[in-house]
């Protein structure tokens, strides 16, 4: 169980570290918008 948790939160980190990447990168509203609903998930 410790390990599949610890899994999701690298999963989320991961997901978290791109959208903030890709939002610095490309300020377009809609990725920023795509990215959210990406994370929510």
Known sequence: ???LTEL???RV???VG???ALHFM???PQAV???HH???Q
């Open 13 to 15: 980190d991961i997901r």
């Open 38 to 40: 990406l994370v929510s």
């Open 18 to 20: 791109l959208s903030g």
């Open 33 to 35: 918008r795509q990215l």
């Open 1 to 3: 169980v410790l390990n």
């Open 8 to 10: 999701e939160l690298n």
């Open 26 to 28: 490309d300020g377009s």
